[in-house]
């Protein structure tokens, strides 16, 4: 029987900010993981460089059925915290755009810096353990797992979401929140991108393959600004990914593929002061020529300026600055980045982490219903649900 105050269970981003924190407060802490190795997705993010925080971090940029419940927590260990953290292992690091915060050489030294911090702490990690069983006792929570049995006064719930199951992504945490009379919220992908079957449409995905441009996306009263990328299977890039944690099976997108300009204001003066040039050609100014090119074939039928009439200006006009979108579906979780939905806030203390339900057992980072945007918010959420959390085990 190995016995200590708190087990963690997930050592990812939150479990082991969790760990580290706890156990500078002299609590004696036991990190238990099924994977082989910690913090996978770490070390995946970000391209590989981890987007580990971001300038801007504020609760309007988390989703919750519950959206005051991420400002506590956020208020006491805000991005500024974590950055200083990242300042005395000096990792270097640097603003990418929109306030994202990437590590200059790889992922890994976001990872190296959190075991080293537990290690002094004195945080112990265990990988390769799977949990089989959990039970409450009088003085807390007892496990039975493939390396023995565990005792515990707290336990802490940091196992994640269902995305990107490759790196040992799975539904445990739901269900300990169920066992002990949680309530889930729907769960589905978030940050993904989306598929497309219509044919015509589908043709130009393929045909655009890889290329990229600046515009806004919007769905259900929102709309993101970023870069779109076109694929074989659809539609990708961050504005996307973005859109994506806003839209429901069936959802049109609108999107504005020159946000730049009022696109028939910009046509209309292209008509008067280049009458002879094709529409193809003067596409070719704002998008690459392929994508002018197969825009004005397929969508439009290229001619001079001079001949279009103002009726069919409108028309082009409309379709570069409202495209209509619906998407088949989304590619799921084996590329989700987040997971929407999961253990219902209302039955978890925004101060503490700790159930309402179970006293002693806490939820921390994407197992419960908070999901960040795109940009380094989920890392921010990881940090500081763990570390409020880590204040009471």
Not at 157 to 185: D, E, K, M, N
Not at 210 to 217: A, M, R, Y
Not at 294 to 319: C, G
Not at 323 to 344: F, I, K, M, N
């Amino acid at each position: 029987m190995h016995t200590c105050d708190v087990i963690i269970i997930g050592a990812g981003a939150a479990g082991l900010m969790c760990a580290l924190t706890a156990a500078y407060r002299g609590r004696r802490v036991q990190l238990l993981d099924h994977a082989n190795k910690p913090g996978k997705k770490i070390l995946m993010s970000g391209g590989g460089r981890c987007n580990f925080t971001n300038l801007y971090t504020e609760p309007a940029n988390f989703l919750s059925q519950n959206p005051h419940f991420c400002k506590s927590a956020l208020a006491r260990y805000t991005q500024w915290d974590f950055i200083e953290l990242v300042a005395k292992h000096a990792v270097p690091y640097h603003e990418k755009k929109l306030g994202q915060l990437f590590c200059d050489n790889k992922s890994s030294d976001i990872l190296e810096m959190l075991l080293s911090e537990c290690d002094r702490a004195g945080a112990a990690l265990r990988m390769d353990t799977r949990i089989e069983q959990i039970e409450k006792t009088e003085s807390g929570y007892l496990l039975e797992t493939s390396a023995g049995q565990f005792a515990c006064q707290s336990l802490v719930i940091a196992t994640g979401g269902l995305s990107i199951p490759t790196l040992g992504a799975t539904g445990f945490g739901y269900q300990v929140a169920r066992q002990f009379g949680h309530t889930l919220l729907p769960t589905r992908a978030g940050l993904v991108p989306f598929t497309i079957t219509e044919p015509h449409l589908k043709a130009l995905c393929t045909e655009l393959s890889g290329t990229s441009l600046d515009c806004t996306v919007s769905c259900n009263d929102t709309t993101f600004r970023e870069n779109l990328l076109f694929t074989h299977r659809g539609l990708s890039g961050p504005v996307i990914l973005q859109i994506s944690s806003f839209w429901e099976a069936g959802d049109c997108i609108e999107i504005n593929l020159m946000p730049d300009h009022d696109a028939l204001a910009w046509l209309q003066q292209q008509q008067a002061e280049r009458p002879n040039s094709e529409l193809k050609t003067l596409l070719g100014e704002v998008f690459t020529r392929k994508m002018a090119n197969l825009v004005a074939e397929q969508w439009f039928v290229s001619k001079p300026m001079k001949q279009y009439t103002p009726a069919e200006l409108a028309q082009i006009a409309e379709r570069l600055s409202a495209w209509q979108v619906v998407p088949a579906g989304t590619e799921g979780y084996r590329t989700a980045e987040v997971t929407l939905g999961g253990v219902d806030t209302r039955e978890v203390s925004s101060k503490t982490m700790e159930s309402l339900k179970s006293p002693g057992l806490y939820f921390i980072g994407e197992v419960l219903d908070v999901s960040g945007h795109l940009g380094g918010f989920n890392f921010q959420w990881a940090w500081a649900s763990a570390n409020a959390a880590a204040q009471f085990v």
